[in-house]
């Protein structure tokens, strides 16, 4: 079965620099949820779409922006990027009422 | 607000053993409660769900879990644990279907042969 796919599944970055995390959702599945997990840490909310639109909205910085295009694929733009972005991001979906399937994650590391 | 609380951030046991990983959860309207477990440099597998529907949950690999409404109380027990049980559990939060998960801090399970 299609699984939630995330790209790139690595990415190195310096501080200041930007950022683009791009994921494919389960075809069908109709919202989007983005994860931060620190190291050690519990995934924390960011973002989320449904059909599209802004659903909710979690502690995402303001240096970071997402979206959800029309073919349903949702990027992360991460800017003026700092140490303490180095995380792990995963991407989910779902489909009504069914739970998320997540991604298997980018790991971004900022040097 | 939601939360949740797993005690235990790392949990030994012996290959065969029961398995029990504890979750307790705040929740101020009825809530929809999740297992996931992570392999290293994996995402997050659903194990079980609890929706409102049977209080006693079943799901992959013999995990099951059991919703005490009067306890908060959502914990895991697996009867016999496998090496390939090793791994991260997270339990998680939701106020309804759709919505962003909250997860606990997560358990870390170490099964020794």
């Known amino acids: 079965a299609a699984g939630v796919i995330q790209s790139p599944r690595h990415l190195i970055k310096e501080k200041r620099e930007t950022a683009t995390l791009k994921c494919y959702p389960i075809?069908?599945?109709?919202?989007v949820y983005w994860y931060q997990q620190g190291p050690g840490q519990d995934p924390q909310f960011l973002i989320s779409?449904?059909?599209?639109?802004?659903?909710d909205k979690g502690s995402i910085p303001d240096r970071f922006s997402a979206q959800q295009f029309s073919d349903y694929h949702s990027e992360l733009n991460m800017s003026s990027l700092e140490l303490g972005d180095s995380a792990l991001y995963f991407c989910?979906?779902?489909?009504?009422?069914?739970?998320?399937?997540f991604g298997d994650g980018t790991r971004l590391s900022i040097l | 607000a939601q939360s949740v609380t797993q005690l235990g951030s790392h949990v030994s046991v012996s290959e065969g053993a029961l398995v029990l990983l504890r979750c307790n959860y705040s929740?101020?309207?009825?809530?929809?409660l999740f297992w996931y477990v992570q392999y290293p440099n994996q995402g997050l597998q659903l194990l079980l769900k609890?929706?409102?529907?049977?209080?006693l949950v079943k799901g992959i690999n013999g995990f099951e879990a059991e919703f005490k409404k009067s306890e908060t109380s959502f914990h895991l027990t697996k009867p016999s644990a496998h090496m390939s049980d090793a791994a991260e559990y997270f339990c998680?939060?939701?106020?309804?279907?759709?919505?962003?998960?909250?997860f606990g801090g997560g358990t870390r399970v170490l099964v020794k042969p």
């Open positions: 989910a979906s779902s489909l009504g009422t069914q739970p998320q399937h």
């Open positions: 075809p069908r599945h109709d919202t």
């Open positions: 779409f449904y059909e599209k639109m802004q659903s």
């Open positions: 929740s101020s309207v009825p809530p929809y």
């Open positions: 609890y929706t409102s529907a049977a209080t």
């Open positions: 998680a939060v939701s106020v309804a279907a759709g919505n962003k998960l909250t």
